[in-house]
């Protein structure tokens, strides 16, 4: 199977140039697979991240034909040949397919991403775990929202964060959602303005490619939109 | 503003051509106070939310500071003056029938220089267009990577920023021919006119479909905060149908372009 990697190597090259490869690509072979392969038998030198090889860290995102995905959840078989892999978008590469995830994680640490909480302000006596049922209401507010592994799928596939430097992004806006909706928290209203400003929920354009690209079915778009409509101002 | 857009491209694409709309038609139409408040208030509601998304979209390049303050200055006042000038040109309505001839009726670079302006805007979207499709064709034949392009919402985000902003181009040029109206009516009428030229007739063609389908994208966008957690299943059949819709309404404007032409 020919695979085509977006590589780059700041020392030597003057920007990003395609490279072609030749895999010997065995049945249930996800594309981490084929990467290990390359780096096995054609080239050594080729640059990736991984960490769990199970879907649940996001170290492996990557656009693969266009799309973000995790190498190591997406089999070749579901994949049209040659195969095109690239770094995440709107990221600076440090080599080939690893990108430096520090201005993605800088968004994140923008909107105060945790619990801010009082567990008496809501069971009334100090020391009693405030408790969340997992079926009320209240956790089918961020059902759907809290499973983000902060992979950076929805930053790369976003129009917006590319064009608009100071733009939150879509897993910050989920992360400050899944908390300002959390009935425990005491910062919903803060957590709101917060995210209010310029670069906030105001700024996204509903394009969607977020939830398209989301390997792990989080919605970051539904969590700006409620932020939007102040649906967790209380 | 949706309804305001959609009444006014229907009495001037699809009940007659763009062509059939010179300073007699105006006049007529402006008799009364109904359309001219009618106009005075698309006008206003169409430049303030034309440029209040160019603005927006341009700001958020620029860094805060003195550029940033320089952008929103400039911005603020070429609304103000094209607001001004726009409802002054309601407000003074057509000249009475008889009456001397405009004060700019002698200006007749005016005419000439609005429809070089468009002429030029026109060949840059020709050439844009041709090169865009033709990179497009390119990567999908020689099966390169479509970048973001491989999601149908960065379509529809780029198609309603480009509608947006070809609508606002011809909005402000629009401001200008009118207000030749009580200035001038027979260079408004050579103005007018002069948009019947075959070279942009395909541009009157993309301005009802701009408007048509940046209005449709509009709705879809908040019937998706409408639909809340439902958005997600649809996002790519509703903006399916807002492109099946703006094909459909943009039709009836062709034929009576065409019909207008023998």
């Known amino acids: 199977m020919i695979f085509r990697v977006r590589c780059f190597d700041p020392m030597t090259d003057a ?41 649940m860290c996001g170290s492996c995102a990557m656009v693969v034909n266009g799309r973000e995905a995790l190498a190591c959840r997406l089999r070749l078989e579901a994949l049209r040949a040659p ?9 600076p590469i440090i080599k080939d397919l690893v990108v430096d995830m520090a201005p993605f994680f800088d968004t994140y640490g923008a909107v105060d991403p945790f619990y801010v909480g009082e567990p008496a302000a809501m069971t009334g006596s100090a020391g009693a775990p405030a408790v969340v049922r997992p079926d009320s209401g209240a956790r089918g507010l961020v059902e759907q929202q809290v499973g983000c592994i902060s992979c950076g799928a929805c930053y790369s596939a976003c129009p917006v964060v590319a064009g608009h430097p100071g733009y939150l992004g ?34 996204c354009h509903d394009v969607g490619s977020c939830v398209a690209a989301c390997p792990v079915d989080v919605n970051p778009l539904l969590s700006i939109m409620r932020l939007r409509k102040g649906a967790v101002d209380r | 503003m949706v309804a305001f857009a959609f009444g006014h491209l229907f009495m001037m694409h699809y009940q007659r051509a763009p062509s059939a709309t010179g300073a007699a038609f105006v006049a007529g139409r402006w008799a009364g106070p109904a359309w001219r408040a009618f106009d005075g208030v698309l006008l206003l509601l169409a430049l303030t939310h034309g440029v209040a998304g160019a603005h927006g ?12 303050a320089a952008l929103d200055g400039a ?14 040109a309601v407000l003074a309505g057509p000249r009475a029938p008889g009456s001397a001839p405009g004060p700019l009726s002698g200006a007749t670079w005016i005419p000439a220089a ?20 033709g990179v497009l064709c390119a ?24 509608a947006g902003v070809g609508v606002l181009g011809f909005l402000l040029i629009h401001i200008l021919d009118v207000a030749l109206v009580p200035l001038a009516p027979d260079l408004y009428d050579r103005t007018v006119t002069g948009y019947a030229t075959p070279f942009l007739v395909p541009m009157e063609v993309a301005l009802v479909a701009a408007v048509v389908y940046h209005a449709l994208n509009g709705l879809r966008l908040t019937t998706l905060e409408a639909l809340d957690i439902r958005a997600a299943r ?28 023998r």
């Open chain 1, 15 to 55: 920007r990003p140039a395609w490279r072609r490869y030749t895999v010997d690509a065995e049945p249930r072979m996800s594309v981490l697979d084929a990467l290990f392969w390359i780096l096995e038998h054609e080239d050594g030198s080729l640059g990736f991240r991984y960490s769990c090889r199970a879907g």
């Open chain 2, 57 to 68: 979209a341009l700001r958020s390049r620029v860094r805060p500071g003195v550029s940033r």
């Open chain 1, 83 to 91: 195969v095109h892999v690239e770094p995440l978008r709107s990221l």
């Open chain 2, 114 to 133: 609005l429809l070089a302006g468009l002429a030029a805007l026109a060949a840059l979207t020709y050439a844009a267009g041709l090169a865009a499709a």
């Open chain 1, 170 to 203: 879509p897993a910050a806006l989920n992360r400050a959602y899944v908390l300002a909706a959390d009935v425990r928290e005491t910062a919903g209203r803060d957590r709101v303005r917060l995210v209010s400003g310029d670069g906030g929920v105001h700024a």
């Open chain 2, 234 to 261: 649809a996002h790519t059949p509703l903006f399916v149908l807002v492109l099946v819709l703006t094909a459909l309404l943009v039709l009836p404007s062709l034929a009576v372009l065409l019909a207008s032409r």
């Open chain 2, 139 to 162: 990567r999908i034949l020689r099966r390169l990577p479509l970048g973001r392009w491989v999601y149908p919402g960065q379509w529809a985000f780029a198609l309603s920023r480009l």
């Open chain 2, 75 to 88: 911005f603020a006042v070429g609304l103000g003056a094209f607001a001004c000038l726009g409802v002054w």
